[in-house]
């Protein structure tokens, strides 16, 4: 079956300007979670989010939102970008939220802040 | 809140050596999962540990969790240039994936 697929891939922003990022789930996976991977801070959980719901989310500035759909399909946005924002987001699926899920990651986009 | 320490940072290694990468945390761990990030590629799951003291294997691949659940550590045998790349441990605390700092190897031929 298909696996995570994150769109776009690559894309380049200017300060201040707000970015889009979309993730879909493998077929049957209710849960999405989102991490920001950058050299400096590795990988650093964003949110997760759960039948249309944010169950969790990390020390992120509020900037820094999603939302999933009934598809379970999530977009999450990064709004005032600034050139810290640079980084390669990573969207993950699991089957469920009970218990400690196994990740399935997407390529990621890969962001970056001119 | 929870910090995950992963050492060594780096390690270089010939291939057919042995690598071994340690995974500390400040509190108790309920379980912890190991993945591994090819370069330019995206994290894979590898496995879970749930059991203290618990041990499994997965080929060259030796993973321990151990006895107080605080730390974890990965042994490769023999490694090979398929090696290559970084490896995290993620404990999972309080409903989310907590990625420790990682270890980046690599694997000269």
């Known amino acids: 079956k298909a696996g995570v697929t994150q769109t776009p891939r690559y894309l380049i922003k200017t300060r201040g300007q707000q970015v889009t990022l979309s993730c879909s789930p493998i077929?049957?996976?209710?849960?999405v979670s989102w991490y920001q991977q950058t050299p400096g801070q590795g990988l650093q959980f964003l949110f997760e989010y759960f039948s249309e719901t944010q169950r969790n989310k990390g020390n992120f500035p509020g900037r820094f939102s999603g939302r999933q759909f009934s598809n379970s399909r999530s977009e999450m946005n990064v709004s005032t970008l600034e050139l810290g924002d640079s980084a390669l987001y990573l969207c993950?699926?699991?089957?469920?939220?009970?218990?400690?899920?196994?990740?399935?990651f997407g390529a990621g986009s890969r962001l970056t802040v001119l | 809140g929870q910090q995950v320490m992963q050492i060594p940072q780096y390690q270089h290694v010939q291939e057919g050596e042995d690598f071994t990468t340690y995974c500390n945390s400040s509190t108790t761990l309920s379980n912890i999962q190991w993945y591994k990030q090819r370069p330019g590629g995206h994290p894979v799951f590898l496995i879970q540990?749930?059991?203290?003291?618990e041990v499994k294997k997965q080929k060259r691949l030796t993973f321990q969790f151990g006895e107080a659940k605080k730390n974890s550590s990965l042994h490769i045998t023999a490694t090979q240039t398929t090696d290559v790349g970084t490896y995290f441990c993620a404990p999972y605390n309080t409903d989310k994936l907590i990625f420790g700092t990682g270890t980046r190897l690599q694997v000269f031929p």
């Open positions: 540990l749930v059991k203290s003291g």
């Open positions: 077929s049957g996976h209710r849960s």
């Open positions: 993950a699926s699991s089957p469920r939220r009970t218990g400690a899920n196994v990740l399935t």
